[in-house]
């Protein structure tokens, strides 16, 4: 018979269990949540409230120069560089993830200006989806996109691709592709790729230049917890930076946006995809996140995050029908079960302090984000899962009752 680990035992033995006190949480919650928004680091409120107090209260203007706000993004994103196998020049803070993945996929179908086809996958995220529905609407040249899977979307990958698009880690399953396959499929058949990072940083080891990626975006308010609205980040590799341009040329992408000049003459760098003036108090609070992730370490934090996930399959074992993988090779920071009363499940679990979300359809999706959260916490919140289910404690009309965001 196989022996379930004993989460104290793991808890013991976390290298990252100090970790957990460097969050504000409150008490008796146990909180699944943070793949969809990441609690609050409590240096990251200490830093928003000296900037608020002294940088803006009392710089006041003076504080781009005197503090660096300028720096800001370009520092933020080196930092986030060093968690997703990147050069600290090849990463930008900037705007929010759709409209970074908006600037990207137009620059790269504008240096692809023979190949009609946009190749995504179906299902992946909406805001992916749309996002290239408009650039394809604003370029107004005759591309189309076509979404694909599996086998499929291999075959699909033909000389009139201009651009692929996909998803690292699934937002729903889970499931994280071969990113360093793809990318080198999509390569021989001369597209460009573009990775949504969103549900992989700050919890897998991502190395986008290993895998020899072209472009990425990704999120800053999941498990990097950088706070609701808390900026994304964009990388471009130092090889495509000269070539593509950014259709949102605003005067912070500009070589001398203190020129004033009447032209846009995009800056050198990756700094060309800045648009306008960054958000400085969200980038304060995203700092505070993306420091203890480096501190962390990808490696520590992704091999914690298995290990999460692991004991939380197993405490649940066929209680549930598991939609992620079971492989934690091929799973990325969050666990999902299917069930067809999994909404009033999770409404349930929220009711006795444990919080995860729910997705269409029927899918329950728990976030194990490995700073905040304890093997004990985990353990805790599967043993609530299965108990709520076996008992059938969700069959209550108070529990279906459905809101706005869930
Ligand atoms: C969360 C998420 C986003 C978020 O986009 P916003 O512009 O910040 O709303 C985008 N793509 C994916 C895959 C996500 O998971």
Not at 59 to 88: E, Q
Not at 241 to 268: I, K, N, T
Not at 315 to 327: F, K, N
Request: with cysteine.
């Amino acid at each position: 018979m196989k022996l379930s680990p004993d989460p104290a035992a793991l808890d013991a033995a976390d290298p990252l269990a100090r970790f957990r006190e460097a969050f504000a949480l409150p008490t008796g919650l146990i909180y699944l949540a943070g793949n969809s928004l990441g609690p609050l680091p409590l240096a990251s409120a200490e830093r928003v409230s000296r900037m608020v107090a002294t940088e803006w209260g009392e710089s006041l203007v003076r504080g781009w120069n005197t503090h660096d706000w300028f720096g800001a993004p370009a520092r933020v994103g080196g930092k986030i560089a060093g968690l997703i196998g990147a050069d600290p020049d090849e990463v930008l803070v900037a705007d929010s993830t759709s409209a970074n993945l908006y600037k990207l996929a137009v620059a790269a179908l504008q240096a692809r200006p023979d190949r009609k086809v946009v190749l995504s996958a179906p299902g992946d995220f909406p805001t992916d989806l749309y996002m290239l529905e408009g650039a394809i609407r604003t370029l107004g040249d005759g591309r189309r996109l076509e979404l694909a899977e599996g086998e499929a979307l291999e075959a699909a990958i033909t000389n009139d691709v201009a651009l692929l698009v996909l998803c690292q880690t699934h937002y729903r399953s889970g499931a994280v592709r071969d990113m360093a396959a793809l990318t080198a499929r999509a390569q021989a058949a001369g597209a460009l790729v573009l990775w949504d990072l969103s549900h992989s940083t700050g919890v897998l080891a991502v190395d986008l230049n290993g895998c020899n990626a072209d472009l990425a975006v990704g999120c800053g308010y999941k498990y990097l917890n950088g706070g609701p609205g808390a900026p994304g980040f964009l990388f471009v590799a130092r090889r495509h930076q000269g070539a593509l341009v950014s259709p949102l040329s605003g005067w912070f992408g500009h070589a001398r946006p203190f020129a004033f000049e009447d032209g846009y003459d995009p800056a050198a760098g990756v700094a060309r995809f800045a648009c306008g003036t960054p958000p400085m108090l969200s980038l304060a609070a995203l700092e505070g996140g993306v420091d203890l992730a480096l501190e962390a370490g990808a490696g520590a934090v992704a091999a914690k995050a298995r290990a999460l996930g692991a004991l939380f399959i197993d405490r649940v074992g066929d209680a549930l029908t598991l939609e992620c993988p079971a492989d934690g090779a091929r799973r990325g920071g969050h666990v999902a079960f299917h069930h067809p009363d999994a909404y009033a499940i999770v409404q349930c679990l929220i009711s006795k302090g444990v919080i995860g979300d729910y997705r269409e359809p029927g899918t329950m999706r728990f976030g194990l984000s490995p700073l905040p959260l304890s093997f004990s916490d985990v353990a805790r919140a599967a043993d609530l899962l299965v108990e709520v289910v076996r008992t059938r404690a969700y069959d209550d009309p108070s529990f279906r009752q459905r809101s706005k965001v869930t």
